[in-house]
Each structure stands twice: as structure tokens, then as C-alpha cells.
């Protein structure tokens, strides 16, 4: 399982449905990205390229 906090360092607002905000941080827990409205995603991820592929944001992993 994944376990990290990830900083969004862009968001295609035209088409992002999460409202996924530039600078914010935001975890993942057991492969789970957490969504701003505080739930988990329903698909789980195993690295940063899965997690920019499946959103309209592009994030970049940071340290715990």
C-alpha cells in the first residue's frame, strides 16, 4: 500500500470536478488519494504517474 502527501502544483479548472486547489496538500492513505470534500478516491494508485493520470491536477510527491 501507498502511503504519502502529495503537493498539487497545477489544476485544469475547465474540467477538475474535485475543486483541487495550487498548493494545497493533500494524502494518500493505503493507496487512496484523499479528496478536498475529505473522501477517498473509489480507484487506488501506486505511484505519482498513476495519480497525474487519472486527474485533471498534476501533483508532485513530498515528504511525510
Known amino acids: 500500500m501507498w502511503n504519502t ?3 498539487c502544483k497545477k489544476v485544469y479548472k475547465n ?3 474535485h475543486n ?3 498548493g494545497d496538500y493533500y ?3 493505503n ?11 473509489y480507484r487506488v ?3 505519482i504517474e498513476q495519480l497525474n493520470e487519472c486527474f485533471y491536477a498534476v501533483f508532485e510527491e513530498v515528504e511525510n
Open 31 to 41: 493507496s487512496r488519494l484523499i479528496l478536498p470534500n475529505g473522501e477517498e478516491s
Open 5 to 7: 502527501k502529495v503537493k
Open 27 to 29: 494524502e494518500v492513505i
Open 15 to 17: 474540467l477538475d470536478v
Open 45 to 47: 494508485y501506486d505511484t
Open 20 to 22: 483541487f486547489e495550487v
